[in-house]
């Protein structure tokens, strides 16, 4: 089974800037998309960012000029860029990769553990 394993979340002032990693514990020969969700407290899951096949990069409104998405195929890792962080921003961050082939075989939905983001003075 391949996993996906988030690190990089924290406290930060409003403001501030962290950047979040995703690794995967196999490598990955192709992938439908992967990107990263959050939940906030109450809230339902929502989409911040998908790296699609097609090399086109799915960002939502709330995070557009402040977020960037990007991949090292080397290093098998996605990350997250976040700059000018808002309280707003808090939340758990997921990992999400869709119909991914790998050596271990093929798997559609995989979710990382979640890493928080907390964004206060």
């Known amino acids: 089974q391949v996993q996906l394993v988030e690190s990089g979340g924290g406290l930060v002032q409003p403001g501030g800037s962290l950047r979040l990693s995703c690794t995967a514990s196999a490598r990955i020969w192709s992938f439908n998309a992967m990107g990263w969700y959050r939940q906030a407290p109450g809230k339902q899951r929502e989409l911040v960012a998908s790296?699609?096949?097609?090399?086109?990069?799915d960002t939502a409104d709330s995070v557009k000029g402040r977020f960037t998405s990007s991949r090292d195929n080397a290093k098998n890792t996605m990350y997250l860029q976040m700059n000018r962080l808002k309280p707003e921003d808090t939340a758990v961050y997921y990992c999400h990769a869709d119909a991914i082939a790998t050596p271990l075989g093929a798997y559609r939905d995989v979710w990382g553990q979640g890493t928080l983001v907390t964004v206060s003075s």
């Open positions: 790296i699609i096949s097609d090399g086109n990069i």
